[in-house]
Structures are given as structure tokens and as C-alpha cells.
């Protein structure tokens, strides 16, 4: 007979394991209702880019907030895809929107980070944990973009490896990949409420009550052996790190999910921003893989831009996680704009807002002004006034 010890302990773990999984549902159900709420989006995102007279800085910005708005880059590729294949855009002019599209998909962590506001300490270490993402990608994007713009090293080499992969000859196939965490529940919700400003606040109040029932369940179990066990098993060294980030996120299709899952471990202190980072860096190039795979069933242009996005997060893989003194660069920048940020709070909500929104918005609405006057780049502050007088 067991010691009724040993049975209150198993009812404990049992219980916790309940937890754990009832936050991580609400987690994921909250994030996609966020989605659900806001894809109404697309159809305004894609017509608005069939408006503007594109050029790769405009296709780079385009790619950024439709994604920030959207919270999904496969919804971006998908929309790039149509308008490639429609003749709206050429390849290379896609090249620039999957760049963009490649930040803006990081905003969620950074949202995520915004759960643990109200504790100083805690806020430091979780907006270092959602941030280093959005950095990851923007020195990504930093480097890569310049040589797309001077040599075409992203469209030439994707069309390239795309003709060796299925050569000049089109494929038609319904094949889909369905994402593993899809409640059809939200669809309900979004269409039910019929208003998308209470349906994302209801997916928000649902997000922040997750994150702290989450974190409280994470506080009481990872202790002692298990915490050990955790960073022994995933993140003991880089390169179980990465690779643990390429198949979970291989897995679930998200690499908004997996990297948003260990901001509160970072928060909690049960994982070190530099064990996490790699696991980022894995879940960057892990997200690629299912959607490369999905493409080889599709078209020869799905299959380009989906080798676009594989090649850049390949290359961010190699340079990052061969050059260590280079994690450790962006490592200590990360951690000192965290102190900043912490300092007055209320830096974070504006490091998005301008990031992921404003500084996109206002550099697309000024090409468009610029674009149909005419203008020259002299005159674009003159612009700037003329915008902001009419937003008044």
C-alpha cells in the first residue's frame, strides 16, 4: 500500500502537470485568437500593397507591420505568393517583403514580455528574452538586405535551388500543413462578436492570465532537480539549445509560440538569456522548414519564397552559432537595452508601437506622398509636416 506521502506528492505533480498544460492551452488559444481577431487585415493589407508603387525599402516596410499586424508570416508569404504568381510583384521585389516579414513576426514574444510589467526585476528579464528575437532578425535583415539590393543573393540563389529541386516543370497540389494548435473555437468567437476591438481585448486579458498562471505554476514546479533537469536536457549547451528550437518549432509550425514559451522561464529565472538565445536561433530556422516542405507540393514560386525565407534564417543559424563571440556581442547589447527599458517602463509599450507600427506606417505613407508628387527626397520632411498636420 503507498505511503499516503508518496500519493499527496503524485496528486501535487498531477495537479501542477494539469496547470501547466491548461495555461499553455489558454497561451496558444489567446495568440490565436489575436490572429483571428486581426486577419480580417489581409484583404486591406493586400490591396493596399497592390496600390503602392513598390521599391525595396517600401516592400521591406510593407512585409514588417503587415506581419506585426497579422502575427503571421505564413499569411505574408501566402499574400507575396498570389501577388508574384498574379505578376503584381516580381521575385525579387518579394525578397524585400519576406525580409520585413521576418521581424515582424517576432512581435509577439516582445507582447508576451509586457505580462510581467508590474515586477521590475522580472520585466528586465523577460523584455531581454522577447527583444533579442526582434534584434536577431534586424541584424539579419541589416546585413542581408544591402546585398540583395547590390547583387539579388537572395533571389538568385532561391531560384536557383528551386530549379534543382523540381526543374522547369509546375506542380498543382491542394497539399496543406495545418497548424497543430488550430481551435476552430476562434473563428467562432471573431465572427459570433462581430467587433475586432472586444475580441482583442479578450485575447489579450486571456494572454496576460496565462502568462501568470504560467508563471506561477513555473515558480512552484521548476525547482531543485527538476529547473536542473530542464537545463541539462535542452539547454545545458548551444547547440542542444539550437537544435531543440528547430524541432519543437519544426513541430508546432510557430516560432512565435516556442519563443514566447520561454520568455517566462527567463522571467522566473529558471533559464540564462545565453542558454535561451540559441533555442531562439533554432526556432527562427525551424519555423522555415514545415512551410519549405508544404512548398515542394505547391508552386515553383511558393517554393522561391519559401526557400528565401529558409536561406536567410540559414545564414543567421551558421553566422551565430559558429561565431560565438558574435551571441555574445548582441547578448550584451540586448541586456543593456533592458536596464533602459526597466528604468521607465513605459519605454517597452513605445519600443513596439514605433518598431513594429509607427515608424513602418509613417515610412510607407511618405514614399506614397513622395510617389505621387513627385517629389525629391529633399522634400520629404516638408512631407512629414504635411502628414501630421492632416492626422490632426
Known amino acids: 500500500m503507498l505511503d499516503s506521502t508518496v500519493i499527496g506528492s503524485q496528486r ?17 488559444f489567446a495568440i490565436k485568437l489575436l ?34 499586424i497579422i502575427q503571421s508570416s505564413s499569411t505574408t508569404s501566402t499574400m507575396t505568393v498570389a501577388m508574384v504568381a498574379a505578376g503584381a510583384l516580381s521575385m525579387e521585389e518579394s525578397v524585400s517583403i519576406i525580409l520585413g516579414a521576418n521581424i515582424g513576426t517576432t512581435l509577439t514574444s ?80 471573431v465572427d459570433t462578436v462581430n467587433n475586432q476591438v ?37 539547454f545545458e549547451k548551444p547547440m542542444k539549445s539550437f537544435g531543440w528550437g528547430v524541432a519543437l518549432t519544426s513541430a508546432i509550425q510557430s516560432s512565435s509560440v516556442t519563443t514566447s514559451l520561454v520568455v517566462p522561464l527567463v522571467a522566473t529565472q529558471n533559464l540564462k538569456l545565453r542558454n535561451v538565445f540559441p533555442f531562439i536561433i533554432g526556432a527562427n530556422l525551424g519555423t522555415t522548414i514545415t512551410a519549405l516542405i508544404a512548398a515542394s507540393f505547391s508552386s515553383k514560386i511558393a517554393l522561391s519564397i519559401a526557400l528565401t525565407h529558409l536561406i536567410v534564417n540559414l545564414f543567421g543559424a551558421v553566422l551565430f552559432m559558429s561565431i560565438p563571440k558574435l551571441r555574445g556581442l548582441l547578448l550584451g547589447f540586448t541586456k543593456r537595452f533592458s536596464i533602459v527599458i526597466t528604468q521607465k517602463r513605459i519605454l517597452g509599450l513605445a519600443y513596439i508601437l514605433l518598431t513594429f507600427f509607427l515608424i513602418p506606417f509613417l515610412l510607407i505613407t511618405i514614399h506614397r506622398q513622395v510617389s505621387k508628387g513627385e517629389d525629391s527626397v529633399a522634400d520629404i520632411p516638408s512631407k512629414v509636416e504635411l502628414i501630421i498636420e492632416e492626422k490632426r
Open 12 to 28: 501535487t505533480v498531477a495537479f501542477r502537470v494539469f496547470q501547466i498544460f491548461s495555461a499553455l492551452l489558454f497561451f496558444l
Open 35 to 68: 490572429v483571428a481577431s486581426l486577419s480580417d487585415f489581409a484583404g486591406v493589407l493586400q490591396s493596399s500593397i497592390l496600390a503602392t508603387e513598390l521599391d525595396p525599402f517600401v516592400g521591406l516596410f510593407i512585409g514588417l507591420l503587415a506581419t506585426a
Open 110 to 189: 516582445t507582447v508576451v514580455a509586457l505580462g510581467f510589467i508590474s515586477d521590475r526585476y522580472a520585466f528586465r528579464k523577460a523584455i531581454s528574452a522577447g527583444v533579442i528575437h526582434d534584434f536577431y532578425n534586424i541584424v539579419l535583415v541589416a546585413i542581408l538586405f544591402p546585398l540583395e539590393l547590390s547583387y539579388g543573393v537572395l533571389s538568385k540563389t532561391s531560384i536557383y535551388f528551386q530549379e534543382m529541386i523540381i526543374g522547369d516543370g509546375n506542380i498543382d497540389s491542394n497539399f496543406r500543413m495545418d497548424k497543430i494548435f488550430d481551435f476552430g473555437a476562434t473563428r467562432f468567437i
Open 198 to 234: 472586444i475580441v482583442m481585448i479578450l485575447a489579450l486579458v486571456v494572454l496576460f492570465g496565462s502568462i501568470k498562471l504560467l508563471t506561477s505554476v513555473i515558480k512552484k514546479s521548476i525547482i531543485g532537480d527538476s529547473r536542473s533537469k530542464l537545463q541539462r536536457y535542452i
